[in-house]
């Protein structure tokens, strides 16, 4: 007999104003019972009232995740069909000048809190067959000056995911990473902005980051755009692999099909004004 029971899904870091935030509203709208969490339930207030249910987690601190999966656990009876792990922070330096602080932060929020989240949630999603689903970037696949650690830290992710996608196949989980372009968010807020040392060999190359960032931020779309191309093929059960959505996502995917690197290499070095940094 087929069960009446709400599909689930959990994301984390679902700030109203982030992919989180739209994708938790996606999914409401496709019949789907949301948990969207934050570090700070504060800042899901806005959630109130529209169906959509907030919880805390905090994807570096291994007892808000166990706390957070408790309550899940009890409110489901155990079950979860979808996790999206989602939180995640930028960092914008030069890897040779980079903050030991961010460094941990951004290694912490984007891969081991994701490793963590998923330990931990993944009994639920096994009970319901259910998805996992990685919010990792297009450009973790290509060089990106002056994001070496915030890249390698989504890359960590990427194989990750892949060695889970098999060692899920047995449950019948499925395991999708979504490779995000730019989503018009506040990722890129004044204070992830770079903020290169005075004395830094590349303090030159800050203004060519600033405008690339300019340049593409108008061609972003929303959050709510990013989640409607992306949800239909999350919830889709025949689907299964990667999904890349978001500005310039797909033109990422094309030209590491046929570029060779050191095109790619030649591009994003002069966007980024390396030329201009002398020893
Ligand atoms: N926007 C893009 O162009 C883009 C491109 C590629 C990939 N992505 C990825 O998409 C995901 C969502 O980013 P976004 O663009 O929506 O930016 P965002 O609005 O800043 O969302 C990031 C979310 O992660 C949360 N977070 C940070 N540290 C956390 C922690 N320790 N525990 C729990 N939550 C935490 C943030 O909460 P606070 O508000 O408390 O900091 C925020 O809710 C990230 O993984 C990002 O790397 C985005």
Redesign the pocket.
């Given at each position: 007999m087929a069960s009446d029971r709400m599909k689930t899904v959990l994301i984390?870091?679902?700030?109203p104003?982030?992919?989180?935030?739209g994708l938790a509203r996606e999914f409401q709208k496709k019949g789907y019972r949301v948990f969207a969490?934050?570090?700070?339930v504060s800042?899901l207030s806005e959630y109130a009232g529209t169906g959509i249910e907030t919880l805390e987690?905090?994807?570096?601190?291994l007892e808000s995740i166990q706390t957070c999966r408790r309550e899940v656990e009890r409110r489901t009876e155990g079950k979860l069909d979808i996790l999206i792990n989602?939180?995640?922070?930028?960092c914008a330096q030069p890897a040779l000048d980079q903050k030991q602080s961010d460094l941990r932060e951004v290694m912490?929020?984007?891969a081991i809190?994701p490793m963590n989240v998923t330990q931990a949630f993944g009994p639920l999603i096994i009970k319901s067959r259910g998805k996992i689903v990685m919010?990792?970037?297009?450009?973790s696949l290509t060089p990106a000056p002056f994001s070496a650690v915030?890249n390698a830290s989504?890359a960590a992710l990427n194989q990750y995911s892949e060695s889970l996608r098999l060692e899920m196949v047995p449950f019948g989980v499925r395991v999708i990473r979504i490779f995000?372009?730019?989503?018009?968010?506040?990722?890129?807020?004044p204070s992830r902005m770079p903020n290169f040392k005075e004395d830094s060999s590349y303090k030159q190359c800050e203004s060519n980051y600033l405008q690339v960032l300019e340049q593409v931020t108008p061609n972003?779309p929303s959050?709510d755009d990013f989640a409607l191309s992306v949800v239909p093929k999350i919830v889709d059960m025949k689907f299964s692999g990667d999904i890349w959505g978001?500005?310039l996502a797909s033109a990422t995917w094309f030209m590491l099909k046929i570029f060779p690197a050191w095109l790619m290499e030649y591009i994003l070095s002069s966007q980024f004004g390396l030329s201009k940094v002398r020893y």
């Open positions: 984390t870091g679902a700030n104003n982030g992919i989180g935030g969490t934050s570090r700070d800042k987690m905090d994807v570096t601190i989602n939180a995640g922070r930028t912490e929020t984007n809190g919010i990792t970037t297009a450009s915030y989504k995000t372009g730019g989503v018009r968010t506040n990722l890129f807020r972003m959050a978001g500005y």
